[in-house]
Nanobody, 119 residues
Framework: QVQLVESGGGLVQAAGSLRLSCAAS????????MGWSRQRPGKEREFVAR????????YYADSVKGRFTIPRDNAKSTAYLQMNDLKPEDTAVYYC????????????WGQGTQVTVSS
C-alpha cells in the first residue's frame, strides 16, 4: 500500500532551520506532484509549498516564500521541506501529500510531523 512517512520535525529556536523529509513507498514517485501543508494550533490546515512531477516547478505560500524550499529526489522517492529563518508562527504539524497531475486534491497524505519554534 502507499505510504508517505514524514520525519525531521522537532523543537528549534527562532531563526533556526529544519529539514523535513517525506519518504514515499508503494507509488511511482516521479509521477506525483508533492506538497506540504501545515496545521497551526487552532487553525485550519493550510498550503505551504508544492513541487510538480514534470517540470519541477515550485509554488509557495506567501508566508514562507524566501524562507522555505521544496526539493525532491526522485531516485530516493523523497520530498523535502527545507525551512530556514523559522518563526514562532511556523509552529504546526506539517503534512506531506502526493497528488497525481490533473487532480485538485491530493491522492495521499502522510501522518504529520510536529515542528515547534520557540522565541
Amino acid at each position: 500500500q502507499v505510504q508517505l512517512v514524514e520525519s525531521g520535525g522537532g523543537l528549534v529556536q527562532a531563526a533556526g532551520s529544519l529539514r523535513l523529509s517525506c519518504a514515499a513507498s508503494g507509488l511511482t514517485f516521479a509521477s506525483y506532484g508533492m506538497g506540504w501543508s501545515r496545521q497551526r494550533p487552532g487553525k485550519e490546515r493550510e498550503f505551504v509549498a508544492r513541487i510538480t512531477s514534470s517540470s519541477g516547478s515550485t509554488y509557495y505560500a506567501d508566508s514562507v516564500k524566501g524562507r522555505f524550499t521544496i526539493p525532491r529526489d526522485n531516485a530516493k522517492s523523497t520530498a523535502y521541506l527545507q525551512m530556514n529563518d523559522l518563526k514562532p508562527e511556523d509552529t504546526a504539524v506539517y503534512y506531506c501529500a502526493a497528488r497525481l497531475r490533473g487532480r485538485t486534491e491530493p491522492n495521499y497524505w502522510g501522518q504529520g510531523t510536529q515542528v515547534t519554534v520557540s522565541s
